[in-house]
T-cell receptor
Framework: GQNIDQPTEMTATEGAIVQINCTYQ??????LFWYQQHAGEAPTFLSY????GLEEKGRFSSFLSRSKGYSYLLLKELQMKDSASYLC?????????????FGAGTQVVVTP | EAQVTQNPRYLITVTGKKLTVTCSQN?????MSWYRQDPGLGLRQIYY???????DKGDVPEGYKVSRKEKRNFPLILESPSPNQTSLYFC??????????????????FGPGTRLTVL
């Protein structure tokens, strides 16, 4: 298995930028995912990185460095509706092709 | 509407009484998976299926069974539930899991969740 670490909680102001870091250890990295989960709801897909670099999708961007075992999710122009838990998940083909492991999630609180 | 459905959404049961949580998707997805979510532990994978008749254990398979007799359905079976299986359960599916370079194939869609309490 792999360790996936992300901060427990982050607070930011509406309109600001927040960066959520995720570090992981794998022996056969094969993709990293970010999901958003509002309280009481199912996770929804935000991004997927398998190659190094930045993937931008509107206000959200995700970055990956495979050599450093590091990713971040960048949330720009924060809105109140962005208050949610953000989950980092990693697939490791050395473990099993179909397995996916999640971090414990980062609770982002957006304040007015 | 493309979706993943789970039933029941809420269930309170007693120790030892067999139960099944159904999961169905209408997107012709090959890959399906079950997770449980507990406070402080995040999502943990129970079982997954790469395609019909192909299932494999995730990180926490003990006490659970699954089957994949047809592409759209992936039921989760608890033969003898115990209180430590009280949790929030999610089913998810994706188009496939064998093309790591294609985002569209790897995006997982989650069902609404089943909140299970075992007394």
């Amino acid at each position: 298995g792999q360790n996936i670490d992300q901060p427990t909680e982050m607070t930011a102001t509406e309109g600001a930028i927040v960066q959520i870091n995720c570090t992981y250890q794998t022996s056969g990295f094969n993709g990293l995912f970010w999901y958003q989960q509002h309280a009481g709801e199912a996770p929804t897909f935000l991004s997927y990185n398998v190659l190094d670099g930045l993937e931008e999708k509107g206000r959200f961007s995700s970055f990956l460095s495979r050599s450093k075992g590091y990713s971040y999710l960048l949330l720009k122009e924060l809105q109140m509706k962005d208050s949610a838990s953000y989950l980092c998940a990693v697939r490791d083909r050395a473990d099993s092709w179909g397995k996916l492991q999640f971090g414990a999630g980062t609770q982002v609180v957006v304040t007015p | 509407e493309a979706q993943v459905t789970q039933n029941p959404r809420y269930l309170i049961t007693v120790t030892g009484k067999k139960l099944t949580v159904t999961c169905s998707q209408n997107m012709n997805h090959e890959y399906m998976s079950w997770y449980r979510q507990d406070p402080g532990l995040g999502l943990r994978q129970i079982y997954y299926s790469m395609n019909v008749e192909v299932t494999d254990k995730g990180d926490v398979p003990e006490g659970y069974k699954v089957s994949r007799k047809e592409k759209r359905n992936f039921p989760l079976i608890l033969e003898s539930p115990s209180p430590n299986q009280t949790s929030l359960y999610f089913c998810a599916s994706s188009l496939s899991w064998t093309r790591p370079g294609r985002t569209s194939h790897n995006e997982q869609f989650f069902g609404p969740g089943t909140r299970l309490t075992v007394l």
